[in-house]
Each structure stands twice: as C-alpha cells, then as structure tokens.
C-alpha cells in the first residue's frame, strides 16, 4: 500500500508540474505583453521597460518558469533595492487590477466555493444514487420511467435558467429563503445553510441526473450477474443481496466522476457563483476574466486543476482500499 501511495503521489506530482507549465506558457508566452496589462494602456514605454525588469519578464522563458516555480514552493522577491516586493510562499504572483497577492485572493474566496460545493455534493449524491437504485429494482415501472425523465429533465436545463427560476419562485414570489450571501458558519449555521439552499438544488438539479443515470445502469449489469443469482438462490435477504453484491461494484464508477466533479466546483463554480453574486473562486474568476488579469486568472487555473488532480488521487486511494487487485496492478 505504501509503495502504490508513493507512485500515485509521484504521478500527482508530475501532473501539477505539466500543468503548471502549460497555464505558465499560455499566459506568459502569448503574444500579448504581461507588463502592458499590468501597466495598463495609457503607460509609457519607459514603465512598460521598467515593469517588464521587476516582474523579471526580459529573462528567458526557462528562468521565468524557474522563477514562478520557486515563488510557489519558497516564495519571491520582485524587484530590487528600495522598491524590492516580498511575495510569501506560495507565491501566485500579485493583481493586475488590486495589486493583491493572488495567493490571499484566492483563500479568502475558498470558504464560499467550499461551501457551494460541499453541501451540492452530498445532496446530488443521495438523491442520485438512490434515485437509481429505486428505478434499476423497478425498471420498466412508472416510477423508473419519471425518474429518469426528470433526470434528463435535470442535465438538460441551464445552471443559469434554474438559478434564477429558482430566485424568482423561492426569494420573490413565495418569501421562503433570502437572496444568497455568504454566512458564517460557525456564527450563524441557520443563515449559512439558509442562504446556501438555492445554489445546491441548481446544483444537484444538474449533478443527480446523471449519477441517477449511471447508477441505473450499472445496477442493471451488477443485477444481471451470475454472482447476485447465486446469492439469491442461497436464499440471502433481497437488501443485503443489493446492499452487498450489487450496490457495491456500482458504486466504483460513482466514486471515480464524484472525485473529478467535486474536485472542479472546490476550484469554483463560476456560472453558480456570478448568477447568486456569491464571493467564491469561480465569481473571482469570472471577474479576472473580464478584466484580463492574467496573474488571477493563472492562479485560479492552478488552483482548480490542483482540486481535480488530488481529488483523483483520493479516488485512486479509495479504489486501493475497495478492490486490493488495484494496488497490485498500480
């Protein structure tokens, strides 16, 4: 088991450094000029000469990445003598636009991001998994048929179009929930999960559908197994039969795309967040990019496939402990 976490942390490892290289390229090796953006149009050539020396952009493309790649794992200096900026590890560089570090920018919006992700997360996958549960045991029944239309119902409307139905039923023609904003938690539990209510449902709205789908469809196959007629026919309870023989090799699929959607909404659920106005990584994002702040928008790409790729990392740990012929063949 060690040796399989040590190989899975080395691959890990490597992934973030590939990605850190081609997040660094796209943005710092494209045509337009870093220094520009942070100067802004109306900035002289002597600036744009001097902010292109402190930010250490008329150094090769290999020393920049070396520079970047040190400032995440030890920090950095820009600059030098009286005008030398200290940026703390990790280092993500500083905004374009608020000349914040974007490493500060970034963990100051995670609560909000954690909390839209979270709570989605366990409500799509109780309601999706048991969903299709029930209709795999009732296939071809009434019930099978609207579940999985209401599934597809689900996957097919907008985040955008339920959100703001949403808002319109729930906060302006009913007064059940107030306009969402981020609540502290531990002050405030009822109006943290009070203002949390509607992005989760425009959430799971989406998510369940298809982990309804897909957990159907592989309780089907497990059902149709020789191993689920043998325990039936040795005269095992029908729970502990799906409970045990048939639920269990279905979930295997579930963990695998739960890990990766829960890994992309901790790195912001941009759509969900700038519909509600919620002050999460994917609002900072969505902001970055209007802007064209190249260092947030880097920053955020970073931390998001970060997400992504531990959150795979623990899928692959979870599959060692469930099937041990993982670890053998890992």
């Given at each position: 088991m060690i040796l399989y976490l040590l190989r899975r942390l080395a691959v890990t490892a490597a992934i973030l450094l590939v990605i850190c290289a081609a997040t660094f390229a796209i943005f710092y090796l494209m045509p337009a000029d870093p220094a520009q953006g942070a100067c802004g149009k109306a900035c002289s050539p002597e600036r744009i000469t001097e902010i292109r020396t402190t930010l250490g952009l008329n150094h090769s493309p290999l020393s920049q990445f070396g520079d970047y790649l040190t400032g995440i794992v030890s920090g950095r200096t820009y600059g030098t003598g009286e005008h030398a900026v200290n940026c703390p590890f990790p280092c993500?560089?500083?905004?374009?636009?608020?000349?914040?570090?974007?490493?500060?920018?970034?963990?100051?919006?995670?609560?909000?991001?954690?909390?839209?992700a979270v709570g989605a997360a366990v409500l799509w996958l109780a309601v999706g998994v048991a969903a299709g549960v029930v209709s795999a045991l009732r296939c071809?029944?009434?019930?099978?048929?609207?579940?999985?239309?209401?599934?597809?119902?689900?996957?097919?409307?907008?985040?955008?179009?339920?959100?703001?139905?949403?808002?319109?039923?729930?906060?302006?023609?009913?007064?059940?929930?107030?306009?969402?904003?981020?609540?502290?938690?531990?002050?405030?539990?009822?109006?943290?999960?009070?203002?949390?209510?509607?992005?989760?449902?425009?959430?799971?709205?989406?998510?369940?559908?298809?982990?309804?789908?897909?957990?159907?469809?592989?309780?089907?196959?497990?059902?149709?197994?020789?191993?689920?007629?043998?325990?039936?026919?040795?005269?095992?309870p029908e729970i502990t039969v799906v409970r045990r023989h048939a639920l269990r090799p279905a979930l295997m699929?579930?963990?695998?795309?739960?890990?990766?959607?829960?890994?992309?909404?901790?790195?912001?659920?941009?759509?969900?967040?700038?519909?509600?106005?919620?002050?999460?990584?994917?609002?900072?994002?969505?902001?970055?990019?209007?802007?064209?702040?190249?260092?947030?928008?880097?920053?955020?790409?970073?931390?998001?496939?970060?997400?992504?790729?531990?959150?795979?990392?623990?899928?692959?740990?979870?599959?060692?402990?469930l099937d041990p012929r993982v670890r053998a063949v890992g």
């Open positions: 993500l560089g500083f905004s374009f636009q608020t000349n914040q570090p974007v490493w500060q920018m970034l963990t100051s919006r995670l609560p909000a991001s954690f909390s839209i071809g029944s009434l019930w099978d048929r609207a579940a999985m239309t209401a599934a597809l119902g689900g996957v097919s409307l907008p985040i955008y179009f339920t959100a703001l139905v949403l808002q319109y039923l729930l906060v302006v023609q009913l007064d059940l929930l107030p306009y969402p904003q981020v609540e502290p938690l531990t002050t405030d539990p009822v109006g943290w999960a009070q203002s949390m209510v509607m992005p989760w449902i425009t959430l799971a709205m989406l998510y369940a559908g298809i982990y309804a789908r897909v957990t159907r469809g592989e309780m089907l196959e497990s059902l149709g197994q020789n191993y689920v007629r043998t325990a039936r026919a040795k005269g095992l699929p579930i963990v695998t795309i739960f890990g990766m959607d829960l890994g992309a909404l901790l790195g912001g659920a941009l759509i969900t967040e700038s519909v509600f106005g919620l002050p999460g990584v994917g609002k900072l994002a969505a902001d970055a990019i209007s802007s064209a702040d190249q260092p947030v928008i880097l920053g955020v790409t970073l931390f998001a496939a970060s997400f992504v790729v531990l959150a795979n990392l623990l899928v692959d740990l979870v599959y060692a402990v």
